[in-house]
Nanobody, 126 residues
């Protein structure tokens, strides 16, 4: 049974920091790219950051460049998202996701991710 569970969300003031974690029970975790997406009210779910299977390559959306950092611990099947200098526009539900296919690439499209967590709320107050 595949399960992705996000923790670490909450309410933070602008310019503050949060660290999200995702505990994954998915087959071949260390062989899949992982990613964080987010969805704000009334908007489409969007790609935030992705990381390849061994953590040597990441891809980042322009909107969070220089403020967010994705990482992973394959030994513990855990994915992280370090969020700094948070802005009210970062308010959204954040989702952990695992790529549909194993391999070395980092997909950026939702359709390429087959497994999703339930999402966790991040609210940034001004």
């Amino acid at each position: 049974q595949v399960q992705l569970v996000e923790t670490g969300g909450g309410l933070v003031q602008a310019w503050g920091s949060l660290r999200l974690s995702c505990a994954a029970s998915v087959s071949s975790f260390s062989s899949r790219a992982m990613a964080w997406f987010r969805q704000a009210p009334g908007k489409e779910r969007e790609f935030v950051q992705g990381i390849n299977r061994d953590g040597t390559r990441t891809y980042t959306a322009d909107s969070v460049q220089g403020r967010f950092a994705i990482s992973r611990e394959n030994a513990n099947n855990t994915l992280y998202l370090e969020m700094n200098s948070l802005k009210p526009d970062d308010t959204a539900i954040y989702y952990c996701s695992a790529a549909r296919a194993t391999g070395w690439t980092v997909p950026k499209l939702k359709v390429e991710y087959a497994y999703w967590g339930q999402g966790i709320q991040v609210t940034v107050s001004s």
